[in-house]
């Protein structure tokens, strides 16, 4: 299946546009086949409620239409989130158009909703890994993914493509891997993350994750395609339809060109506004990520996200027991943290930004602070600043033009990269 696409390098597509699009790589393709559509929950923008009364359309044809939010460990959503999400709005599209088409929660921590594809043994993923490898990440690793898929003749995924700290690029068979995986792959492939650092994974291609990600992918015997898509702001930019691997690859260069903005010089200090789409501190944190890069040495990142109270819903236990810490800190005091899952302590460094042990003390690159409901005492619990929301004043960041300060209203997507990097 050749790819079959719509882009706009400047501007963004026309709705008549993208729907021609969807027509055009999938219309007739699945007649009387079960389809199961994988697809994003409320932590990344896309105009899903569109996109959904489109695919439902061109697929019309299908025998089984369902959708699986493809979540990793995010939290379940409820079924009035559900409609939200894909924009049911009343009972009435439930029992009409809507009728029949069933949706899901990925379940990652329930050993009966995953089955075993096979494995990746600890020498594939020690070639893999490269240089990124190390002891820490462990032995074989089997390879889960949801059951469902097996009740499914074809997997369609339907998700945007944006810098990512883990994988380099999001998107693609991400969605199978962590997406709709079990524990394993979910821990191994933010792990191997954390060892080769956001500043030296985010917006690059071809990375050790990317690979590993392509690697269990193979061991899924049911064909998949992907639905690629370029988001700017709340409309595309692109549209890429095909094989997983070939529509991915054509979302990431144009990604690379809408989603990375370059500086000159690294700021001293960074206002990085979290929108309220990041709902706990696990996913607000890409706030920080996207703006590793441009920060300076001894600098400063403020997280400003007033609405956010939360941690973790999932993982909050082993944040607050842990905190959030630099690489070398974990790895040189590997015996007392061995037994925290690994996408944890992959968040823990990732937040905390790079830096070096010195003499048996932390030494970050740049401070990080947390201006939120989330208390002073939480804060100082786990390594972080705080700062109060009222004593931000935004007109006064936004008026700012001094030399070594940005602010950024919305964080999370952009990423901001210094151009000397790239030389």
Request: glycine residues 8%; aromatic residues 8%.
């Amino acid at each position: 299946m050749s790819v079959i696409g719509q882009h706009n390098p400047a501007g963004c597509l026309r709705r008549d546009q993208i729907v021609e699009a969807l027509h055009q790589g999938l219309e007739g393709e699945f007649t009387r086949q079960r389809v199961l559509v994988l697809i994003p929950d409320h932590t990344r923008s896309l105009p899903l409620p569109m996109l959904f009364r489109a695919l439902v359309d061109v697929l019309h044809d299908t025998r089984q239409l369902d959708v699986m939010v493809a979540l990793g460990t995010h939290p379940p959503l409820s079924e009035s989130s559900l409609h939200k999400l894909v924009g049911i709005t009343s009972r009435e599209e439930l029992d009409t158009q809507y009728r029949g088409i069933r949706l899901f929660n990925h379940a990652w921590d329930d050993p009966a909703a995953l089955r075993t594809i096979g494995t990746i043994s600890r020498a594939e993923v020690q070639e893999i890994a490269g240089q990124r490898w190390h002891p820490s990440l462990g032995g074989d690793a089997p390879v889960r993914i949801n059951k469902a898929v097996f009740d499914y003749d074809h997997i369609v995924i339907l998700g945007p493509t944006f810098p990512h700290e883990v994988v380099g690029f999001s998107g693609g068979a991400k969605y199978l891997f962590p997406g709709i995986s079990g524990p394993e792959m979910i821990n191994v492939t933010h792990w191997l993350g954390a060892l080769a650092g956001v500043v030296d994974t985010i917006g690059i291609k071809d990375t050790p994750v990317r690979a590993m990600i392509h690697a269990a992918a193979r061991r899924l015997t049911r064909p998949v395609t992907l639905i690629s898509l370029v988001v700017v702001e709340d409309d595309l930019a692109g549209i890429f339809i095909g094989d997983h691997i070939a529509a991915w690859e054509a979302a990431v260069d144009l990604s690379a060109q809408r989603h990375i903005l370059f500086y000159d010089q690294p700021f001293q200090r960074v206002l990085s506004c979290a929108p309220p789409m990041y709902d706990e501190l696990w996913t607000a944190a890409k706030a920080v990520y996207k703006l590793a890069p441009v920060v300076a040495a001894g600098g400063e990142v403020i997280v400003y996200a007033p609405h956010l109270d939360t941690v973790s819903r999932v993982h909050g236990e082993d944040i607050y027991q842990v905190g959030y810490h630099i690489l070398p800190y974990f790895l040189q005091n590997w015996e007392r943290y061995e037994h925290i899952p690994l996408c944890v302590l992959a968040h823990s460094t990732h937040v905390r930004g790079p830096g070096v042990m010195d003499k048996g003390s932390e030494r970050p690159r740049f401070r990080v602070t947390l201006s939120s409901q989330i208390p002073l005492e939480d804060c100082g619990q786990l390594s972080l600043g705080y700062l109060s929301p009222d004593d931000v004043d935004i007109d006064a960041w936004m008026d700012c033009e001094s030399e070594g300060v940005l602010f950024v209203p919305k964080a999370g997507e952009m990423l901001h990269r210094l151009r000397e990097v790239d030389t």
